[in-house]
């Protein structure tokens, strides 16, 4: 029995010291963590400072004229971004003829068709007797 007792308290020290162990470790490692997430936010502010400094200097004028004088043939870093244009859609579009009539017509555009307005109907009697039954 004392036997039992004693390898138990030595069990649950191991496991104490081991649990100890790695919480110190765990510590270290986020000691470690802040220490490099500080470094890298000095080093990102220092670019930032070295961007601010390249900007104020350089125009896109001056940029130019350099290359320019260099005679270097740069080509751009990025690709240009192309605005597409809108669909071009069929509008139908009723013109007067000479003779007074409406003749259809269809028209090509690349401008969306408008919608059409709705006029405001006047209440007829039937509708006003539709919407008192449904109230």
Do not use: C
């Not at 162990?21 to 490099?36: F, S, V, Y």
């Not at 390249?54 to 043939?73: C, E, G, N, Y």
């Not at 240009?80 to 509008?91: D, R, S, Y």
């Amino acid at each position: 029995m004392f036997s039992k007792a004693i390898l138990v308290i030595i069990i649950i020290t191991a496991v104490a010291l081991l649990l100890l162990g790695l919480r110190h470790q765990r510590l270290a490692m986020m000691n470690e963590m802040t220490r490099l997430h500080r470094s890298i936010d000095q080093q990102r502010r220092e670019v930032w400072r070295y961007q601010g400094q390249i900007a104020r200097r350089t125009t896109p004028a001056v940029l130019v004229q350099k290359l320019s004088d260099a005679q270097l043939d740069v080509a751009p870093a990025t690709p240009a971004i192309l605005i597409p244009e809108p669909p071009k859609t069929a509008v139908a579009v009723r013109v007067p003829s000479p003779a007074g009539r409406a003749v259809s017509s269809t028209a090509v555009t690349s401008r969306r068709p408008a919608t059409p307005t709705r006029q405001a109907q006047r209440p007829t009697s039937a509708n006003r007797s539709a919407s008192r039954s449904h109230r």
